[in-house]
């Protein structure tokens, strides 16, 4: 067996197979699997992207969101194509995306009470009825304040959260924010509910931004047709993605240390 690929508990759940990328223990396995395993044990997943993974170095807090998540996901194609350039080997890619498709499918969601943390009304409205027009239940909704990517914090949330005490919370901030908050109510709560991050996937089902069909998805060219919608936003965005080349090259499966300043 590759020493890299190992096991890993998930917080006193069963074992679950896991490579270790950056420090990161991403999850090895399907998106349904990745959805049973979500139900089955809650606790934090996390999709880290290209562009996030990319500064990992110079972003500590979010590097110790992805590290300690419950549950990885396989989002970034650069990722793993320079994993398998390097170690010969491919691992199966879960976006967040395919994901998320995979949940709302899934019998079990449709009896979990949910919460889902949106950047505003329209947005908070675009995916309740999606979620009706799916036959689920649009459960309730929480508009989330603008964060300071340094500290991530919001007793407000946490005490809504205690109050509700829904068995699933969707977070559908940005990349790189959402983490570092899931991170902090996931140590703070008093029970244990599943805390999925998954940013702006939604939005490509609500159509809030580019539709992504799975063909595409699974091709890995949503960041293509993203680009293509709006590239004054995002081509910048997905160009310093490159920044990760450089970067697991030279750290692999061991986490980067800060960057010095």
């Known amino acids: 067996?590759?020493?890299?690929?190992?096991?890993?508990?998930?917080?006193?759940?069963?074992?679950?197979?896991?490579?270790?990328?950056?420090?990161?223990?991403?999850?090895?396995?399907?998106?349904?699997?990745?959805?049973?395993?979500?139900?089955?044990?809650?606790?934090?997943?996390?999709?880290?992207?290209?562009?996030n993974l990319a500064v990992m170095d110079r972003d500590p807090e979010y590097q110790m969101a992805v590290r300690g998540s419950d549950l990885a996901l396989t989002d970034s194609g650069l990722m793993l194509a320079l994993w398998a350039l390097r170690h010969g080997r491919c691992l199966p890619r879960v976006s967040g995306?395919?994901?998320l498709r995979a949940l709302l499918a899934h019998p079990g969601f449709a009896g979990e009470s949910t919460l889902w943390v949106t950047p505003g009304p329209h947005e908070a409205r675009r995916i309740s009825r999606c979620l009706k027009q799916r036959g689920l239940s649009p459960g309730?909704?929480?508009?989330?304040?603008?964060?300071?990517?340094?500290?991530?914090?919001?007793?407000?949330?946490?005490?809504?959260?205690?109050?509700?005490?829904?068995?699933?919370v969707v977070i559908c901030i940005s990349g790189g924010v959402q983490e570092k908050l899931g991170l902090w109510l996931r140590e703070r709560l008093s029970y244990r509910p599943a805390i999925v991050c998954i940013g702006a996937a939604i939005a490509f089902i609500t159509g809030d931004q580019a539709s992504i069909p799975p063909l595409a998805d699974r091709l890995c060219v949503g960041w293509l047709l993203r680009c293509l919608r709006n590239p004054r936003r995002f081509a910048p965005r997905y160009l310093s993605a490159l920044r990760l080349v450089p970067l697991q090259l030279r750290w692999d499966a061991r986490p980067p240390l800060p960057r010095q300043r």
């Open 1 to 51: 067996m590759n020493p890299s690929l190992s096991s890993a508990p998930a917080r006193g759940a069963a074992e679950r197979p896991v490579e270790m990328i950056l420090g990161v223990p991403f999850f090895c396995g399907n998106a349904q699997e990745a959805v049973e395993a979500t139900l089955r044990r809650r606790g934090l997943v996390v999709a880290p992207s290209g562009p």
């Open 97 to 99: 995306l395919g994901y």
């Open 140 to 168: 309730s909704a929480y508009l989330a304040p603008h964060y300071a990517r340094s500290a991530v914090r919001d007793p407000e949330l946490l005490a809504q959260l205690e109050r509700e005490r829904p068995s699933c």
